[in-house]
């Protein structure tokens, strides 16, 4: 068990449909990364939030969005849900957040979307 | 194309023996991590590289971070049963700082 928790295990839902996965970082964690894992495209880095702050971004939709609370839980927003949606999305947390070296990362249980 | 490109895609081998997986990019990392992904569960870290050189040992597996800092290799002695599993390596690349990315993958099965 990582530390960290992410809701839910698993959701299905349409076209066109939006969804939201939340995130409960470690305790004492303040980075908090979110990924997408598809069979084709491997593990993609989406976006990163550091103590409620956007701190670098990756390959995300406009149409996807997340967010970090003052109690340092994040969500991740995804709307007008296509079928190349379904996915495995992650959720990662780390003690620091800076530029330059990687930092220690916990994943999650991660979320299994599938878009029908 | 994959920043991170890793080889071979897939790997199928008899307990005990060798291999190496290897993770190859044109740019040049700032550090260097290997995680190993069981099915239906994240990514666990397993080790990070952060000089150019630099070799480093956990049990019966040993890591390599290229000198010019673009690539790194895992080699694994006496491959057991529990080493089944999605290798990935990540890095960061200097130029762009926190925007991590994951290579390829390498999957592992060990036969019995």
């Known amino acids: 068990d990582s530390g960290v928790t992410q809701t839910p295990k698993h959701l299905i839902t349409a076209t066109g449909q939006r969804v939201t996965l939340r995130c409960s970082p470690r305790?004492?964690?303040?980075?908090v990364y979110w990924y997408q894992q598809s069979l084709d495209q491997g593990l993609q880095f989406l976006i990163q939030y550091y103590n409620g702050e956007e701190r670098a971004k990756g390959n995300i939709l406009e149409r996807f969005s997340a967010q970090q609370f003052p109690d340092l839980h994040s969500e991740l927003n995804l709307s007008s849900l296509e079928l190349g949606d379904s996915a495995l999305y992650f959720c990662a947390s780390s003690v620091g957040g800076g530029t330059g070296t990687l930092r220690e990362q916990y994943f999650g249980p991660g979320t299994r979307l599938t878009v029908t | 194309t994959q920043l991170l490109e890793q080889s071979p895609q897939f790997l199928s081998i008899q307990e005990g023996e060798n291999l190496t997986v290897y993770c190859n990019s044109s740019?040049?990392?700032?550090?260097l991590q290997w995680y190993r992904q069981e099915p239906g569960e994240g990514p666990v870290l397993l080790v990070t590289?952060?000089?150019?050189?630099e070799v480093k040992k956990l049990k019966r597996l040993t890591f390599q971070f290229g000198d010019a800092r673009k690539d790194s290799s895992l080699h694994i002695t006496a491959a057991q049963p529990g080493d089944t599993g999605l290798y990935l390596c990540a890095g960061a690349l200097i130029l762009t700082g926190n925007q991590f990315y994951f290579g390829t993958g390498t999957s592992l099965t060990v036969i019995p």
């Open positions: 740019s040049v990392f700032s550090s």
């Open positions: 305790s004492g964690d303040l980075s």
């Open positions: 590289v952060v000089t150019g050189g």
